[in-house]
Every structure is written in C-alpha cells, then in structure tokens.
C-alpha cells in the first residue's frame, strides 16, 4: 500500500468514528429531550445536554488520533533504521523482537495521556455548570462498541 491509500483509509477510518459518536450525541440529546417531556420535573433537557454529548463525543475521536500518531511515530522511528531496505522473514522478526520494548514504552505512553485525557474530561463535565455529566459520560463509554461494530461491518463487507 503507498502513503496515500494509507492516508485515505486513516482519514475514512476517523470520519467513521466521527460519526457514529455524533450518532451517539445526537441519541443521547434525543432520549433527553424524550424523558424531559415524559419526567418534566426530574429531567432537564437544555444546552448542558448538548455541550455534554458533544464533548463526549469530541473526546474519543481525539484519542483515537493520539492513539494513531503515537503508534505510528514509534513505528516509523524504528523503521526509519532500515532506510529503505527490504528485511528477509528472519531479519524482520528480529527488528521487531530488537524495538518492541521501546516500541510498547511508547504506546504505553499515548495510553496514560489517553487515560487522563478522558479522566479530565470526565472531572471538567462534573465540575463545570456548561456540560450535563450523564450526556458527556454516554458517548465517552460507546467508544469500544461503536469500533466493534465498525469492524464487525467491514469485515462482513469483505467477505
């Protein structure tokens, strides 16, 4: 595959994860609206609903880049070594058996960034009056379902 068919399923991948959590989002506002209709006095549907679902839904798309960029910088960085030059099955296993540690410590590092971006966002729906905690924590927790599901489709589309 070259750069730019890399790129493109990168960019179609990040559309499709946008996407379903905006669907999220958009639910999410919707079954609020919903139950402020039915439950007037316990549920409230105003702005805070809305801010909330989106950030929970902005927030999972930004980890999913840094997951991406973190990957593939430690990636890159290591293959940049070979300065182009093809490896034999043998000379493959042993590049990567030499720079899976270093490799691991850099992802292992994008997960504690990922894990405290999605920490913090939780602690800023909580502690700021703009966002509604429930919205923002519902397309925070669909994250992993929405990309099984995306997975689940494409593969059925492959075959």
């Not at 293959?79 to 720079?99: D, M, V």
Request: net charge neutral; hydrophobic share 55%; proline share 3%.
């Amino acid at each position: 595959m070259d750069k730019n068919t890399d790129k493109r399923a990168f960019v179609k991948e990040v559309a499709i994860l946008a996407a379903g959590e905006l669907v999220v989002a958009f639910l999410t506002a919707l079954v609020y609206f919903i139950l402020s209709l039915i439950f007037k006095d316990a549920v409230v549907f105003d702005y805070t609903v809305i801010t909330g679902a989106l950030l929970g839904a902005v927030v999972p798309v930004i980890n999913f880049l840094i997951l991406s960029f973190s990957v593939n910088r430690a990636v890159n960085k290591y293959i940049e070594e070979l300065s182009g030059r093809e490896l034999n099955e043998e000379e493959a296993e042993r590049f990567a058996a030499e720079h899976k540690a270093k490799i691991n410590l850099a992802v292992t590092r994008s997960y504690i960034v990922r894990t405290l971006l999605m920490i913090g966002t939780l602690v800023l729906a909580f502690i700021l009056e703009c966002f509604d905690p429930i919205a923002t924590v519902i397309p925070l927790l669909l994250y992993k379902p929405i990309m099984y599901i995306t997975q689940y489709v494409r593969s059925k589309g492959e075959k």
